[in-house]
Structures are given as structure tokens and as C-alpha cells.
């Protein structure tokens, strides 16, 4: 299992010690929230904060945007270093348009959906994707409950991109601990992003590697 801790959950006060953390770590990602406090209740951090932290983390960076108009930021999203910029299909109004100029500056691009969006939305872009993120939670806030419908949302992903020959990986962001990350793996995701669980324990290492090992 590919494992991307969100620094969500980090402290704030004084990232260094949990980025370096990571840095140690068996972790494949680190999973950065954005959010402009309209697509989503809340407002967490920006750019330049993403900025200082690419200067010291190891790990390729993912960062989830969860803003309107995502296609505004993608040469911003692409200048702090990320690996993969995730934008919400609901946010897009040329979902197609928005992942073409994501791929053509360079990142692989992610599409996320909430827990009330079909898989069946992505059924004409499954091929041009390397992720598709699905919510486990309502975008906006870390330590929410695990919405048990992901997992048939996992299983009906997995069908669509094996009937289309897609390559995109699945990954699951929300309420993600060592239960719900085995059950999202028996049903197929690739990838789990977890923030309180890693950060908020006395051993981040050791729940990173828990999850590694599903
Ligand atoms: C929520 C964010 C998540 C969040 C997950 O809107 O997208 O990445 O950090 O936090 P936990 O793992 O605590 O549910
Ligand atoms: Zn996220």
C-alpha cells in the first residue's frame, strides 16, 4: 500500500519535526490541503507555506485542492515543486481542459470526488487520469468519521478503470486508520492519505508503517 500523510494534521506551530519525520519515513507522499474557504467551510494554508515546506520535505508532494476555479493555480501549484495536483470534478467546469494543462506543465494530475459524487462522472476521463481521489469524508476538515459508501465507491472505480484500461491509481483521503485503510485495500485502493491518524499519535512512524504493510 501507497501511504501520504497530510499535513493537516501536523503542527503547526512547528512543522520542521514532523516533516523531518516523514523524511525518515516508509510514507511515499506528503498530502497537502489547500482550501479558499468557498468551495469548502474552511481555510487551512497557502503557497507560501507549501513553499518553506517543500524546502525541507523529502517526499513528492500531492496537493489537493480544494478551491473553486482549481485551473486558476496550476502554474503556482507547479512552481512550489508538487508531483501531482488533485482538483475537485465539482469544481470544474472543463474538468477535461483543467487535467490536459495540469499534465501539459508537467504534474500528474488527480481528480477528487466527494462522498455525494458518482464514479460514473469520471466515465469519460478515466483514461487521461494517473489519480482519482475519493472523499471518505465532506472536504474541509481533518479527524472526521469514515464514510462507509467509499468502499463501494472503491470497488465500482476499480471496474471502470479496468473495463476502460485506465492507469490511474485510487486513492482514498478521510477517517483513514489501520480498520478503514485494511477495508479500502480488500476493496482496491492504491493509495491512503491519512492525516490524524499519523499525526496525531505518540508514533507517527510506526502508524505509517502499519498502513504500509495493508
Ligand atoms: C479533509 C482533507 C484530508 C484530511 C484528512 O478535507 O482533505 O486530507 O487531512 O484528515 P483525517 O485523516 O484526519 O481524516
Ligand atoms: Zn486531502
Given at each position: 500500500m501507497?501511504?501520504?500523510?497530510s ?11 514532523d516533516i ?53 493555480w ?9 508531483y ?14 483543467t ?86 485495500a ?9 492525516g ?19
Open positions: 501507497k501511504v501520504s500523510p499535513l493537516l494534521a501536523a503542527n503547526f506551530a512547528n512543522l520542521t519535526p523531518e519525520k516523514l523524511n525518515e519515513s516508509d510514507a511515499d507522499f506528503l498530502h497537502l490541503d489547500v482550501m479558499d474557504g468557498v468551495f469548502v467551510p474552511n481555510i487551512s494554508f497557502g503557497f507560501p507555506e507549501i513553499e518553506a515546506v517543500a524546502g525541507i520535505c523529502k517526499k513528492p508532494m500531492e496537493v489537493h485542492m480544494m478551491v473553486v476555479q482549481p485551473e486558476k496550476i502554474s503556482r501549484v507547479k512552481s512550489v515543486g508538487a501531482l495536483m488533485n482538483v475537485h470534478q465539482e469544481a470544474c467546469l472543463h474538468l477535461d481542459y487535467v490536459e494543462k495540469i499534465k501539459e506543465s508537467g504534474m500528474k494530475a488527480g481528480v477528487t470526488l466527494n462522498p455525494a459524487t458518482p464514479v460514473f462522472m469520471l466515465e469519460d476521463i478515466i483514461t487521461k487520469l494517473d489519480l482519482v481521489l475519493l472523499m471518505s469524508v465532506n472536504p474541509g476538515f481533518g479527524g472526521q468519521k469514515f464514510i462507509e459508501n467509499t468502499l463501494k465507491k472503491v470497488r465500482e472505480l476499480k471496474a471502470l478503470i479496468d473495463s476502460k484500461g485506465s492507469k490511474a491509481l485510487i486513492e482514498a483521503d478521510g477517517g483513514v486508520n489501520e480498520d478503514t485503510g485494511r477495508r479500502l480488500e476493496a482496491g485502493a492504491d493509495i491512503l492519505v491519512a490524524s491518524y499519523v499525526f496525531k499519535s505518540d508514533d507517527p512512524l510506526g502508524r505509517i508503517k502499519k498502513l504500509k504493510s495493508l
